[in-house]
């Protein structure tokens, strides 16, 4: 008899340290490297560098389009991890917490399940459905994905004093946004599931792996339903500038 699959296929892997550690990279590659504290992950081609332009960013070496903002020491950085998705976020975010990063933000496009949401609108993510595969190489399946509390607090004081309206609620995540189905909306629906997109659970998990803070907040960019898909992102892209630089300006030192 066939024994059941299991993901990760070696069940128990969780309880098992890495072969290869950050630090062990950063060593070899990363040396004398001081990354800022807090990083905003985008996924957005572009935004990177147009909120360094605006910021005054400098350019961070050796990560590509990757910025960090003035300050002494600068406290505050933006990346763009090359990819959408958890493997290209995380690869990222381990890589920066290696030389110093210790909060990771996502702001980030997402699709609406729910109907009560509308393309622009702001959605920050309190949890987020685990239905990807690099978060449950980090945990058990049974851990649920997260965010910091403080920083979700912070994400929630900041875009409330910008007098930017919010929405609270949970995500699923998921690698495959060409295989969602409507038997899956429905679902996800039910369950009062907010938004889709590709990136919260694994960061929410990494982050709880290695003892970091992570939080997400999304702008609606496609709209799900039934009857089928609405995309918008051709005329978002401000209210995602906006949104990330609000929080940027809220970070910076005074």
């Known amino acids: 008899m066939t024994p059941k699959a299991t993901f990760p296929r070696l069940a128990a892997k969780v309880r098992h340290p890495s072969l290869i550690e950050p630090r062990q990279f950063a060593r070899q590659y990363l040396a004398g490297v001081h990354a800022p504290t807090r990083f905003f992950v985008v996924?957005?081609?572009?935004?990177?560098?147009?909120?360094?332009?605006?910021?005054?960013?400098?350019?961070?070496?050796?990560?590509?389009?990757?910025?960090?903002?003035?300050?002494?020491?600068?406290?505050?950085?933006?990346?763009?991890?090359?990819?959408?998705?958890?493997?290209?976020?995380?690869?990222?975010?381990e890589e920066l917490a290696a030389v110093g990063a210790r909060e990771f933000i996502g702001v980030g496009y997402a699709g609406a399940i729910s109907p009560d949401l509308a393309p622009g609108d702001v959605v920050v993510c309190d949890s987020a459905v685990r239905d990807e595969g690099?978060?449950?190489?980090?945990?058990?399946?049974?851990?649920?994905?997260?965010?910091?509390?403080?920083?979700?607090?912070?994400?929630?004081?900041?875009?409330?004093a910008a007098n930017i309206p919010f929405r609270k609620g949970e995500s699923w995540t998921t690698d495959a946004p060409y295989r969602e189905t409507r038997a899956e909306l429905r679902h996800y629906r039910r369950r009062g599931v907010l938004t889709v997109e590709m990136e919260a659970a694994a960061m929410f998990i990494f982050a709880r792996h290695r003892g970091l803070r992570a939080a997400s907040v999304l702008v609606v960019s496609d709209v799900l339903r039934e009857k089928g898909w609405k995309p918008h992102f051709h005329r978002l892209g401000d209210t995602l500038a906006t949104v990330t630089s609000v929080l940027i300006r809220a970070s910076r030192p005074r």
Do not use: C, M
């Open 134 to 160: 690099t978060s449950h190489h980090y945990a058990h399946p049974d851990v649920l994905a997260r965010p910091s509390d403080s920083l979700t607090r912070w994400i929630e004081q900041s875009l409330a």
């Open 43 to 93: 996924w957005q081609r572009g935004l990177a560098p147009q909120l360094a332009r605006r910021f005054r960013g400098r350019r961070f070496h050796p990560f590509s389009e990757t910025y960090a903002f003035p300050g002494a020491p600068p406290s505050v950085g933006i990346t763009y991890p090359r990819g959408v998705g958890g493997p290209a976020t995380v690869i990222r975010s």
